[in-house]
């Protein structure tokens, strides 16, 4: 042992441990602590520490709802010096939070000053604002100055703070929790409280209640912001049983009629937490990526009230089409997840149902009705037994008075003489002359008559459980008629159900303009503004070639077939545009280098095209059957290396002429290949030696057609050639290409 750790300190020692385990049970005490003191609201209150200490501190300091408001630098002061020892900061941007009407459904701060706005703006610093509590916060703390929950001393041991608030408002569900601890993550949307006091009556009254029923009450998050939620009964159900899932929810917009047939789309609501200038300058960049060619303009209009003006590119666009590409392309739509991870009683955290949320809170309203009723039944004893003391004096008042006059103990005497207890003597010690008048005796036979009843209807409701629950009931239909309806209460996110369809067709979202697609034999894919003409010259790297060249519009779709036998679908709007060389193909589709380009053609909807492979089997298949969604393409003709996919040719006409590598030519009808979705194929010609070179559909009417040179040629006559599919066939005419092809 090195002699720097041979010689401890008096008491000191030393213990091996392994790295593994060390670091185990230090970051696994970091994860608690994160989880439960930090990140994760309580199921009872639906706060978090720092929440907590910020409304008791408040209520410390007398921050009542028709009280003055005081400094949030005080407040804040307060919470960190004496309950909350992090930075001040992060305390005062959790009270902004509290304080903001468009970020809490209740809020439980009213603040004065610059409290940040939807667009994003910072609130102002908290020597410049001022706040106090809301009549929501005080309903959270209704009771606490009697016993209703435990206190526990503070990080310093010099003051006391709540476990828990007594919370007589459901603020879990109400207001909503959003945090990220050490592994799990916990995502609450807001409700509105009148609901989910309807929804906790019915669990009062049925306490087998299923989710469906506590849903015929909660129709769904009921967001600051408005908005409309664009979810199924059936998505609703499945998310509140499993405490998991998520809502759509969507900006609320109405058409304004114009003249001449003109109108405007006004958008009055944006979806929760979606600030209102970044939407804008997401919109407005997508206009300028030209991305949104329906839209005209955007303007934002707004002051306090949120007034969003959009204006189509034209009078024909409908409107609702243009919103269903704002929805799919912009924040006017989001989803906010719902994961109900929060700490239970036992401060373990679990994923809860709506169920076992409105469970956990009325098991703790009616915990706090025991404590604050067996608090208020030791307050009504002790006065009553003080009461019981006075009376004693009113009725023997002569002795009373000698005895305190004459006695040298006089407490000690009234003990003796009248059977007082300690605290009676205690009490008529400390009464006033005024207090021996006969009007106060009627005044305390009267209270305690009043306080002997109170004392038997409290240990009434002690000793009853349903009439503890019917207390509850009364309670929580009290709450929900102070916060369920009003400017406050009313539901403010309208119920859509599903997303009601909307046929999009994909070409209206992209700016139709005309293009040259121009692929190298390299497999380098660039495409030019415009049709460029035939004798256009291109630009290629050393080595390079001109291979296909199309022209074609940004809104068509293209297919490449590749000798693989799988057909890709690439959009001509992502082609990389300029002068540079573009890029290669094979980054756009999944291409392996042992793979090449067969052919790339405008993909047209009704078209059929002949497939057919390098050992002469092919089918026809219809151009639907070619689409591809994926970059992994869709395998249509079945390939076996060497042998590998030869052509993809239309399939107009009626005739198709094979010709092989051996230079033998057969003609015979289209209508003896099979059309298929997927596969092998079937012989289009039989071959000794070599395989397939080249094949072409025509109409027999026409005659068979090839180029030669820079003429065309074309042969009528084909009794010669024609035949049965899978046949050899004969030489072909004379002056037909040595190159085997028919388009050299």
């Known amino acids: 042992m090195p002699d720097d750790i041979a010689t401890l300190p008096e008491g000191g020692n030393t213990r091996e441990t392994r790295l593994a385990q060390a670091l185990s049970e230090r970051y696994l005490a970091y994860a608690m602590s994160t989880i439960m003191a930090r990140s994760l609201p309580d199921v009872r209150d639906g706060l978090k520490p720092v929440h907590r200490r910020l409304l008791w501190a408040m209520n410390q300091l007398r921050l009542d709802p028709n009280g003055g408001f005081k400094k949030c630098a005080r407040i804040v002061g307060d919470v960190m010096g004496k309950y909350h020892p992090h930075g001040d900061s992060s305390i005062y941007e959790a009270m902004v939070r509290l304080a903001q009407d468009f970020a809490a459904r209740y809020p439980l701060v009213e603040g004065q000053g610059n409290f940040g706005n939807i667009d994003g703006d910072n609130a102002a610093a908290m020597r410049y604002t001022e706040a106090k509590l809301t009549e929501v916060a005080q309903a959270l703390l209704a009771g606490i100055d009697a016993d209703a929950v435990d206190f526990r001393p503070t990080y310093d041991g010099e003051e006391q703070e709540p476990l828990v608030l007594p919370a007589a408002f459901p603020n879990l569900l109400a207001n909503g929790a959003a945090g990220i601890a050490v592994g799990m993550a916990t995502s609450i949307p807001p409700h509105n409280a009148g609901e989910l006091c309807g929804a906790a009556l019915a669990l009062i009254k049925n306490p087998n209640a299923s989710t469906a029923d506590l849903l015929q009450h909660v129709s769904g998050p009921d967001f600051p912001t408005g908005g409309v939620l664009m979810e199924s009964p059936e998505a609703l159900r499945e998310a509140y049983e499993t405490g998991r899932g998520g809502f759509r929810v969507r900006a609320?917009?109405?058409?304004?009629?114009?003249?001449?047939?003109?109108?405007?789309?006004?958008?009055?609501?944006?979806?929760?937490?979606?600030?209102?200038?970044?939407?804008?300058?997401?919109?407005?960049?997508?206009?300028?990526?030209?991305?949104?060619?329906?839209?005209?303009?955007?303007?934002?209009?707004?002051?306090?009230?949120?007034?969003?003006?959009?204006?189509?590119?034209?009078?024909?666009?409908?409107?609702?089409?243009?919103?269903?590409?704002?929805?799919?392309?912009?924040?006017?739509?989001?989803?906010?997840?719902l994961n109900m991870n929060v700490l239970g009683p036992d401060r373990t955290p679990r994923v809860m149902s709506l169920k076992d949320v409105l469970r956990h809170w009325l098991d703790h309203r009616h915990e706090v009705l025991q404590r604050v009723t067996n608090h208020r039944l030791a307050a009504v004893l002790r006065r009553l037994e003080i009461l019981a003391g006075f009376l004693i004096v009113y009725l023997n008042l002569d002795e009373v008075i000698r005895i305190i006059r004459y006695e040298d103990e006089p407490k000690q005497a009234l003990m003796a003489s009248f059977r007082l207890s300690e605290v009676q003597a205690e009490a008529i010690l400390n009464m006033r002359l005024r207090s021996l008048r006969k009007l106060e005796e009627m005044e305390i036979r009267r209270e305690h008559d009043a306080l002997s009843k109170e004392a038997e209807s409290l240990r009434g409701l002690l000793a009853d459980e349903k009439a503890r629950w019917k207390q509850i009931g009364k309670d929580i239909e009290a709450t929900r008629k102070k916060f369920g309806s009003g400017a406050l209460g009313d539901r403010r996110t309208l119920i859509d159900g599903e997303a009601k369809a909307v046929v999009v067709d994909e070409t209206a979202l992209i700016e139709r303009e005309p293009i040259t697609v121009i692929l190298s034999e390299k497999g380098w894919i660039r495409a030019q503004k415009g049709h460029q003409p035939e004798d256009a010259e291109f630009r290629f790297k050393e080595g390079d070639k001109l291979a296909i060249r199309l022209n074609c519009e940004t809104t068509d779709r293209l297919c490449l077939f590749a000798t693989n036998g799988k057909a890709y679908t690439i959009k001509a709007d992502q082609i990389p545009r300029g002068r540079g060389d573009g890029q290669p193909v094979r980054l756009m589709v999944e291409l392996t280098n042992e793979d090449d380009v067969v052919t790339l053609f405008v993909w047209r909807e009704g078209q059929r095209y002949l497939l057919a492979s390098r050992e002469g089997k092919g089918f026809v298949v219809k151009s639907e059957e070619l689409l591809a969604e994926k970059r992994t393409g869709r395998q249509v003709l079945l390939v076996d290396p060497p042998n590998e996919a030869a052509l993809c040719i239309p399939a107009n006409g009626d005739t198709v002429a094979v010709i092989g590598e051996n230079r033998k030519l057969l003609v015979f009808p289209l209508e003896q290949v099979p059309e298929m979705t997927r596969g092998r194929g079937v012989a289009l010609q039989g071959y000794r030696d070599g395989g397939m070179a080249d094949a072409k559909v025509f109409n027999a009417k026409e005659g068979l057609s090839w180029q030669l040179g820079g003429r065309v040629r074309v042969e009528t006559d084909l009794t010669t050639w024609r035949g049965n599919r899978a046949g050899a066939g004969k030489q072909p005419p004379n002056g037909f290409p040595k190159s085997n092809r028919f388009n050299t």
């Open 252 to 337: 609320k917009w109405e058409v304004l009629p114009g003249k001449n047939g003109t109108y405007t789309i006004l958008v009055s609501e944006i979806p929760y937490q979606v600030q209102k200038s970044r939407l804008i300058e997401q919109i407005a960049q997508l206009m300028e990526e030209k991305k949104l060619p329906l839209l005209g303009d955007i303007r934002d209009e707004s002051t306090d009230i949120v007034r969003v003006i959009i204006e189509p590119k034209t009078r024909a666009v409908d409107p609702a089409m243009l919103m269903e590409t704002l929805f799919r392309a912009t924040s006017l739509e989001s989803r906010f997840p």
